[in-house]
């Protein structure tokens, strides 16, 4: 993309605002904002032209080998716009190797290529392990080999049981002590059979 003259008195403009903030008159805003609109437009216009070389590209491929010298050339052009060629260009100048034009782009197409290839691979990165499975780790060497070595909390001991109390043989207060005589009573005596028995009555 190139700049004109007075294209580049505008963007020369918007960097000296850009580094100097100051008040802009009306006419560097507008200016600034024709030289965006020309950028865009301009960027456009090349994504347009990149379309349109890629699909003519392809029609020169697709009519291989007898369009080899407009497909060569084409080619090449692309290349110098930042084109990354496919497999099927490959595929092609291997076909066309006889060729030297042919045999030095394929080995121009070979190294970028590899060097996509290498990118893509560099830019893999490693699985990341979710947060609910990653486990902190102590690093040797670091503040946990200052600290003196923790022992393993040892588990509480059972409390014991409570033992029951043993059963209280001395005499309640409140009983009074008891006497001999009742603890052994007296032995009674036997009953004296009665002096005239009654007489039993003969069966008649």
């Not at 716009?81 to 291997?94: C, E, Q, T």
């Amino acid at each position: 993309m190139a700049f004109g003259a007075e294209e580049l008195r505008v963007l020369r403009r918007a960097l000296a605002l850009a580094l100097q903030p100051s008040p802009a008159s009306a006419e560097d805003v507008q200016d600034c904002l024709r030289l965006a609109e020309s950028v865009d437009e301009a960027a456009r216009e090349g994504a347009r032209l990149r379309a349109f070389l890629l699909a003519d590209l392809g029609r020169y491929r697709a009519a291989l080998p007898g369009s080899v010298a407009g497909y060569l050339a084409l080619l090449e052009e692309v290349l110098v716009a930042g084109y990354r060629p496919v497999p099927d260009d490959l595929a092609a100048l291997r076909a066309l190797r006889g060729n030297p034009a042919a045999a030095a782009l394929l080995d121009r197409c070979r190294a970028l290529a590899e060097q996509d290839v290498r990118t893509r691979l560099a830019g893999r990165a490693a699985p990341v392990v979710p947060h609910s499975r990653t486990r902190l780790l102590a690093l040797p060497g670091g503040r946990a080999a200052d600290e003196p070595a923790k022992k393993p909390a040892e588990r509480p001991a059972a409390a014991p049981k409570p033992q029951s109390p043993p059963p209280d043989r001395s005499p309640r207060p409140d009983r009074p002590i008891p006497t001999p005589g009742e603890v052994f009573p007296p032995r009674r005596k036997p009953t004296p059979p009665p002096a005239n028995p009654p007489q039993q009555l003969a069966a008649g």
